[in-house]
């Protein structure tokens, strides 16, 4: 199989032509955001807010164009509205953050939740849901009313690291209630299929359980919702990308060289559709022997904090690779829950006061300044 790239993908978008504008999508400027992934495609059209619903027929030729191409495997087009650009010029996609643009109708805002978190990795296998759940307690600990949404539906983690068993009910038979541990309101598919049950879903159908898995629960008002999302930079890491409003993203990673180049990419990902990067965290950063006391660095050191630097993003803390936070998460009572005065807590507590102070100075809710934490 052919590898596809970059320019062959907008090759093949030139011969799609917007008949409104007289003109064709790329040179038109109406793409934007696209992603190669092992044959897996995804892009934005930019387009003016009136024309978005008149538009379908046009984002199906641009799939199709590229899905033409040999080597592409899937291909999934979103329209986004943009600003127009000022009398008599050509309209550009507006560069700012979703907050300073106004409402965008592909991002409508979900009634009652104040601030959505995307914690997020470039690869699998660095941490990403035992930081997104501890995460999410430990802005409960600071007195927010927080949900948790497990957005993986290949394999999703969260009933078993919330202990959380059973199906969620409906009032009406279309309105999910979220299951509750923890003081957590919480929602996954894996509620909703058996733990050993392979979900085997294309693209359309990821994007389309997303969406209900948000908008269709009952959350209730929520200061902030967590989203555990999937690794890599895929069809459901663009849809919650550029249809949710997301407050900003979490990047997980450890400290080894390979890790960094996906957690770059997917980092790179949220710049591309305009959603704030609130910092990195260095899972796995150090292992202290709990016989000896030495100080491991089993998978290097430093390395997210030197990436953090050189991307001039915030550094949001070292989580240390320890039995405990590995038992606490498979036995559904994680570190920050059940050993909540533990070192390892204390550090999920202070990476959750750095993000909240972020997000908290976007809504203008009040702050509090993050302890300083250095294990020697």
């Not at 895929?234 to 400290?255: E, K, N």
């Amino acid at each position: 199989m052919a590898r596809v790239s970059e320019e062959t993908i907008l090759d093949a978008l030139r011969q799609v032509q917007d008949t409104e504008q007289g003109g064709d999508v790329v040179s038109l400027k109406m793409v934007s955001g696209l992603i190669v992934k092992d044959g897996n495609i995804a892009f934005s059209l930019e387009v003016a807010p009136e024309r978005g619903p008149r538009l379908e027929p046009l984002r199906k030729a641009c799939e199709q164009a590229v899905l033409d191409l040999d080597g592409v495997t899937s291909v999934t087009a979103v329209l986004t509205a943009h600003k127009q650009g000022a009398p008599g010029s050509a309209s550009t996609p507006s560069a700012v953050k979703p907050k300073d643009q106004g409402p965008m109708p592909s991002r409508p805002e979900i009634p009652g939740i104040k601030s959505i978190i995307a914690v997020a990795s470039g690869k699998g296998g660095v941490g990403k849901s035992t930081v997104a759940v501890n995460l999410a307690l430990a802005l409960k600990a600071q007195g927010l009313a927080v949900g948790l949404m497990d957005a993986d539906v290949y394999g999703p983690s969260l009933p078993r690291m919330m202990a959380i068993s059973g199906k969620p009910t409906s009032e009406d038979g279309k309105i999910l209630i979220p299951m509750e541990n923890h003081g957590i309101k919480c929602m996954s598919i894996g509620f909703l299929v058996a733990e050993d049950t392979p979900t085997i879903w294309r693209g359309p159908m990821v994007m389309s359980a997303l969406e209900q898995m948000l908008r269709q629960v009952k959350w209730g008002t929520l200061d902030v919702l967590v989203v555990d999302m999937p690794p890599g930079t895929g069809d459901a890491q663009l849809t919650m990308a550029q249809r949710v409003p997301l407050s900003g993203a979490v990047i997980v990673s450890t400290p080894q060289d390979i890790a960094l180049l996906d957690a770059r990419k997917g980092l790179n990902m949220f710049r591309r559709v305009d959603v704030p990067v609130l910092g990195i965290v260095e899972n796995m950063s150090y292992f202290l022997c709990p016989s000896c006391g030495e100080r491991h660095e089993v998978f290097g050191h430093g390395g997210a904090r030197q990436e953090a630097e050189r991307l001039g993003v915030p550094f949001l803390g070292e989580v240390p690779l320890h039995l405990a936070i590995r038992e606490t998460s498979d036995a559904g009572t994680p570190i920050v829950a059940s050993q909540p005065d533990s070192p390892h807590a204390i550090v999920f507590k202070a990476i959750a006061e750095r993000v909240w102070q972020s997000v908290a100075r976007e809504l203008g809710a009040p702050t509090r300044s993050a302890p300083s934490i250095v294990f020697e």
